[in-house]
């Protein structure tokens, strides 16, 4: 074994003929397929932009009153935060609203706890007859990812949103649910319509009515008894269950006789007044199903569900509609049916499946071009090395804490161009070494560590210069700095993994393979003669450059007749461009 290799040749010289190399190749491919399984999948990735809105009530104020005593000593005061980029102000009469804006990848809990300390530490500036400030964050997962679409042919919008009310309730228990809305439907409202005569008659206002109301619907502590080691929570009151209990309200005393709710007004339970409204259209014989009985338009109750951050979305929407079937036969009646109208994590998965299976059609497009260019065998080695690399680098995108999406998946198919350079340099070098005459008789496993070390420098060269054009652009700021950067960060930790295959497992693999290329070929070249083993692009190439390399003349003629392409094609486009400007001119004409 040669005593001088360098580190490319070294570490080709440790995996050429070492079990280890087994072990990782088989390692790299089931952790590669471990992360493709266990990573969230998006459409999109996500960016983190903290926004907070800060709410604040000042009733009976002008606009301009708000604006002048809320809304500008408040937006002072948010500028004054650490990492806040802008705040936009909407002051109308009564309110006023302040979006407050942090920098792109600010964390959004430690936002949060500046607003809040900020305006809690100042709330003795507030003015008379202002409320007190409600902060309420928003993120992209306050976006739904699934919505949930009831209806029944025998349903009210009142029954259905009672349903969904409870089906709700169910939902919320399910693991990485964060927020669950309910649209459309009417929900339960007892009314009560006073009668101002009656009002009159026992000299009461609207107001003494409301009050009493307000008093008797609640559930206060009253203290608890201790006795021989034990203790009774006492309660004192009651929630109003209903129209009788309201009705049976003492509002005030009049003669010595209590005077009720139901004496001075209508007291009705039922559906509130609609405020919005969901209907679900049924077609006809939809996806081969005959339903020509339910063709038609009913009313409707849409359950949308939020997702926890960073949670897998596809999985989420699973748990929610298998716990949505579960409940069929109890909870949800049988003639009462629901549509999954929103799945963020089936479109989702099926964009990623989509983007996987491109990027697999690229291995396989990579592979048959070099089998084409090179040969079968060597075309075996790459094929090889390509899914090795991908596979760590799937695994760097799950370690960093990026999803499948459209970016990351669109940097591995942008690195399959890149990543397979390094491994054809050591395969087509230890297939040149394999054909030498000189190295006929010798030991197989030396000649292919030379011939790793014979380009090691070369190709560390190059794919460190790629990985120094290729990074910067992970540093770019604003939106589009968090967007792109799995573009950078993956086809960098490509460049670095098809760099060490390259080295590790491309002379295991080319030993095993390619061997038989020293056996059955003379190889080599002399006195200008080409060898009829070597492959029909390197003759090509031969025969193309010698002459060049050769003849000063024919350098001279090839770069004069390069010059004079360029002229050309300079005056082509130059003539194009003038036509379309003078088009443009007799258009405007």
């Known amino acids: 074994m040669n005593k001088h290799l360098g580190m ?6 440790y995996f050429i003929d070492s079990k280890l190399t087994v072990l990782i190749i088989i390692s790299a491919v089931l952790l590669g397929v471990f992360a493709i399984i266990v990573t969230p999948r998006e459409e999109e990735p996500q960016i983190i932009v903290p926004m907070i809105d800060v709410f604040v009530e000042m009733p009976g104020a002008s606009a301009k009153e708000v604006e002048q005593r809320v809304t500008a000593p408040m937006e002072k005061l948010i500028n004054e935060i650490p990492g806040v980029e802008y705040v936009y102000s909407t002051s109308s009469p009564g309110s006023s609203m302040a979006i407050v804006r942090f920098y792109v990848g600010q964390n959004i809990e430690n936002s949060i706890v500046k607003v809040y300390n900020k305006l809690y530490s100042n709330f003795d ?25 009831f209806w029944g042919k025998d349903y009210d919008a009142y029954r259905l949103r009672q349903l969904v009310a409870r089906i709700n309730d169910q939902v919320k228990s399910v693991k990485d649910v964060s927020e669950t809305t309910i649209i459309g439907g009417r929900q339960r409202q007892i009314r009560v319509t006073l009668d101002s005569p009656k009002l009159a008659a026992y000299n009461l206002t609207a107001g003494h009515v409301q009050q009493a109301i307000s008093s008797s619907n609640r559930n206060l502590p009253a203290g608890a008894l201790q006795s021989s080691n034990n203790a009774i929570i006492l309660e004192s009151g009651q929630f109003l269950n209903g129209a009788d209990d309201v009705r049976n309200v003492v509002v005030s005393v009049s003669a010595g006789m209590p005077i009720y709710v139901g004496d001075v007004a209508e007291v009705e339970d039922g559906p509130e007044d609609a405020n919005n409204y969901v209907g679900f259209s049924f077609g006809k014989n939809e996806h081969g199903r005959n339903e ?8 409707a109750v849409t359950l949308s569900v939020a997702k926890r951050t960073g949670k897998n979305a596809i999985v989420v929407c699973d748990h929610v509609v298998e716990k949505v079937e579960s409940l069929r036969g109890t909870l949800i009646p049988s003639d009462v049916q629901y549509t999954v109208t929103r799945n963020y994590g089936e479109t989702a998965n099926e964009k990623s499946n989509e983007l996987l299976l491109h990027m697999m059609i690229a291995v396989v497009s990579v592979t048959l071009l070099i089998a084409f260019a090179l040969g079968k065998k060597e075309s075996i080695v790459v094929a090889i090395a390509v899914p090795v690399t991908l596979a760590l680098t799937i695994l760097v995108f799950y370690l960093y804490g990026y999803t499948l999406n459209r970016i990351t998946l669109f940097a591995l198919i942008f690195s399959i161009g890149i990543l397979v350079d390094d491994a054809i340099v050591v395969v087509e070098n230890i297939v040149r070494h394999f054909r030498m005459p000189d190295n006929k008789n010798r030991n197989l496993m030396e000649v292919a560590t030379e011939a790793v070390d014979e380009v090691g420098n070369p190709t560390i060269l190059a794919t460190f210069a790629v990985i120094a054009a290729i990074l910067p652009l992970a540093f770019v700021g604003g939106l589009m700095g968090p967007y792109m950067r799995p573009i950078p960060v993956g086809a960098s ?44 692009t390197t003759r090509f190439y031969r025969k193309m450059m010698n002459p ?22 300079d005056r082509s486009t130059a003539a194009e461009a003038r036509g379309s400007q003078d088009a443009a001119f007799r258009q405007q004409e």
């Open 125 to 149: 500036k507030v003015p008379p007859g202002a409320s007190t400030p409600i902060v309420k964050p928003r993120s992209i997962d306050d976006v739904p990812v699934l919505a949930l679409t």
């Open 493 to 536: 930790a490509a460049m670095v993994f098809s760099l060490l295959v390259a080295f590790v497992i491309s002379p295991w693999a080319s030993y095993r393979i390619l061997k038989g290329e020293a056996s059955s070929h003379g190889g080599g070249h002399e006195d200008g003669q080409f060898s009829a083993q070597e492959g029909w």
């Open 292 to 299: 020509s009985s339910l063709a038609g338009h009913y009313h």
């Open 548 to 569: 060049l390399i050769a003849s000063g003349a024919n350098r001279f003629k090839f770069f004069v007749l390069l010059s004079s392409a360029s002229v050309r094609r």
């Open 8 to 13: 490319a040749g070294s570490i080709a010289a």
